[in-house]
């Protein structure tokens, strides 16, 4: 697969969060050179909720990582739901094919710690180096490489521009994917786009600590009486057990288009809602730790195809953030697997259209696994847009037992997809039946 006198890899990968460090573990895993190419250096700051659920952990079991709370993770039992005055603790499932546990950790931390495991792995990461471009053959418009920057420690131009090459690039460079974008492939306006913002705040000496559960408010209130000054989002806590907590907020819209519309100031809405939470947790602008920070979240494959022509689009490039509940980081870990297996499994084969096919198959094994999911998503947020229906849920749902083990099981993706109790054999059931397109 690789021309030796050619080629300074067999496959490229752009961008070292956790979609590229797992693709660039993978492959190095399969016996492939690897060149991981990330504009930043480590270690460095990505705006999240730092939760991982059961099914992320699955895969970090998978790559080999230590979870080990001496090495700074801190484990969580379950969600905590907090709406209409009251909470609920609702543990996560026991499956056979997650984990009964959730863990935390910040980004700052754990995109480090997976590249650090994709180098111990063999990969090669340069830093400070910037991907401007595709580099593609003039016969056939394949792509067969990158174009690059180097940068110094300010984000500026420090040398000549490269060129790398390679038979594969694996675009993993965020939500923006200025990659993909070069290549024609276009972010699509028929799927849902979030928007979350973020900080930091101190918790030792508050009962925010060591939290046992992540907690999720389905209701903001901006301190006013009156149901109509609830704020249009849900909020977040999680606690990350080195005496700091993540808190931020999000919302959904079923189009870009309508998100635009709304127009929120979702730093406002942070400041209204921390300003209004118990004393007793210290959220005050004297124990928070770094400024509010927000970022858009591309939901249920909203970038397509994912692969053509030598580029295998992962993570946010792919828009792979789940509708359900904003969480990206088990599904970029995913990606990174199943497209190194797919370049993999390509290497092996002995003509061009044989190789084609075969990274092809990456596309339909994560819209296999997935597209029925992120379908049933996209339903869930044209519903949850609607003030009514949301408050309904609320009232009425969320008090059975019944119905928040089948929330939980739905919007945390930890379901048995075959087997399980009834609960998980209508989830799989439902995301076989809708289309995974």
């Given at each position: 697969?690789?021309a030796?006198?050619?080629?300074?890899?067999?496959?490229?990968?752009v961008?070292a969060?956790p979609?590229?460090?797992?693709?660039?573990?993978?492959?190095?895993?399969a016996?492939?050179?690897?060149?991981?190419?990330?504009?930043s250096?480590?270690?460095?700051?990505?705006i999240?909720?730092?939760?991982l659920t059961?099914?992320a952990?699955?895969e970090l079991?998978r790559?080999?990582?230590?979870t080990?709370?001496?090495?700074?993770w801190i484990?969580?039992?379950?969600?905590r739901?907090?709406?209409g005055?009251r909470?609920?603790?609702?543990?996560?499932p026991e499956l056979?094919?997650?984990?009964?546990?959730g863990?935390a950790?910040?980004?700052?931390?754990?995109?480090?710690?997976?590249?650090q495991h994709?180098?111990?792995?063999g990969?090669k990461?340069l830093?400070?180096t910037?991907?401007?471009?595709?580099?593609?053959?003039?016969r056939?418009?394949?792509?067969v490489g990158?174009?690059?920057?180097?940068?110094?420690?300010r984000?500026r131009a420090?040398?000549?521009p490269?060129?790398?090459?390679?038979p594969v690039?694996?675009?993993?460079?965020?939500?923006s994917?200025?990659f993909a974008?070069?290549?024609?492939?276009?972010?699509?306006?028929?799927?849902?786009?979030?928007?979350?913002?973020?900080?930091?705040?101190?918790?030792?000496?508050?009962?925010?600590?060591a939290?046992?559960?992540?907690?999720?408010h389905?209701?903001?209130w901006?301190?006013?009486p009156?149901?109509?000054n609830?704020?249009?989002?849900?909020?977040w806590?999680?606690?990350?057990?080195?005496?700091?907590?993540n808190?931020?907020?999000?919302s959904v819209?079923?189009?870009?288009?309508?998100?635009?519309?709304q127009?929120?100031?979702?730093?406002?809405m942070?400041?209204?809602w921390?300003?209004?939470?118990p004393p007793?947790?210290?959220f005050?602008?004297?124990n928070?730790?770094?400024?509010?920070?927000?970022?858009?979240?591309?939901m249920?494959?909203?970038?397509?195809?994912?692969y053509?022509?030598?580029t295998v689009?992962?993570g946010?490039?792919a828009?792979?953030?789940?509708?359900?509940?904003?969480e990206?980081?088990?599904?970029?870990?995913?990606?990174?697997?199943?497209?190194?297996?797919?370049?993999a499994?390509?290497?092996?084969?002995?003509?061009?259209?044989?190789?084609?096919r075969?990274?092809a198959?990456?596309?339909?094994?994560?819209?296999?696994d997935?597209?029925?999911?992120?379908?049933?998503?996209?339903?869930f947020?044209?519903?949850?847009e609607?003030?009514?229906?949301?408050?309904?849920c609320v009232?009425?749902?969320?008090p059975?037992?019944?119905v928040m083990?089948?929330?939980?099981?739905?919007?945390s993706?930890?379901?048995?997809?075959?087997?399980?109790?009834w609960i998980d054999?209508?989830?799989a059931g439902?995301t076989r039946?809708?289309?995974?397109?």
């Amino acid at each position: 697969m690789r021309a030796v006198d050619r080629d300074d890899a067999d496959v490229i990968v752009v961008g070292a969060g956790p979609a590229g460090a797992a693709a660039a573990h993978w492959c190095a895993v399969a016996g492939l050179d690897v060149l991981l190419l990330e504009k930043s250096a480590f270690p460095r700051d990505k705006i999240c909720g730092d939760g991982l659920t059961p099914r992320a952990v699955a895969e970090l079991a998978r790559m080999g990582v230590d979870t080990r709370a001496e090495d700074g993770w801190i484990r969580n039992e379950g969600l905590r739901v907090v709406a209409g005055g009251r909470s609920w603790e609702l543990a996560w499932p026991e499956l056979t094919t997650y984990p009964g546990y959730g863990l935390a950790r910040s980004r700052m931390t754990l995109d480090h710690g997976l590249v650090q495991h994709a180098q111990a792995s063999g990969a090669k990461l340069l830093e400070r180096t910037k991907v401007t471009g595709p580099e593609t053959d003039e016969r056939t418009g394949r792509v067969v490489g990158v174009q690059a920057q180097p940068l110094d420690a300010r984000g500026r131009a420090d040398g000549a521009p490269r060129t790398y090459r390679a038979p594969v690039v694996v675009a993993a460079d965020g939500v923006s994917s200025r990659f993909a974008t070069a290549l024609g492939l276009t972010r699509r306006d028929d799927r849902p786009m979030g928007t979350a913002v973020r900080t930091y705040y101190r918790t030792e000496g508050t009962p925010r600590h060591a939290d046992r559960f992540m907690e999720s408010h389905l209701e903001l209130w901006d301190g006013t009486p009156g149901a109509s000054n609830l704020l249009p989002g849900y909020g977040w806590i999680f606690a990350l057990g080195d005496g700091t907590a993540n808190v931020g907020l999000g919302s959904v819209s079923s189009t870009p288009a309508r998100q635009s519309a709304q127009g929120h100031d979702y730093r406002a809405m942070m400041k209204a809602w921390t300003a209004n939470t118990p004393p007793e947790w210290g959220f005050t602008p004297e124990n928070q730790i770094g400024p509010v920070r927000g970022a858009a979240l591309p939901m249920g494959f909203n970038r397509s195809p994912m692969y053509r022509d030598g580029t295998v689009l992962v993570g946010d490039a792919a828009g792979m953030v789940s509708p359900f509940n904003g969480e990206g980081i088990a599904y970029a870990l995913q990606a990174g697997r199943v497209a190194a297996d797919a370049i993999a499994q390509a290497r092996t084969r002995l003509t061009d259209d044989a190789r084609e096919r075969t990274l092809a198959t990456y596309t339909d094994r994560m819209r296999d696994d997935l597209g029925g999911y992120y379908t049933l998503g996209r339903w869930f947020v044209q519903l949850i847009e609607h003030p009514a229906v949301m408050r309904a849920c609320v009232k009425y749902g969320l008090p059975r037992p019944v119905v928040m083990q089948f929330v939980l099981k739905l919007l945390s993706d930890c379901y048995e997809p075959r087997g399980g109790d009834w609960i998980d054999r209508v989830i799989a059931g439902l995301t076989r039946v809708v289309p995974a397109s």
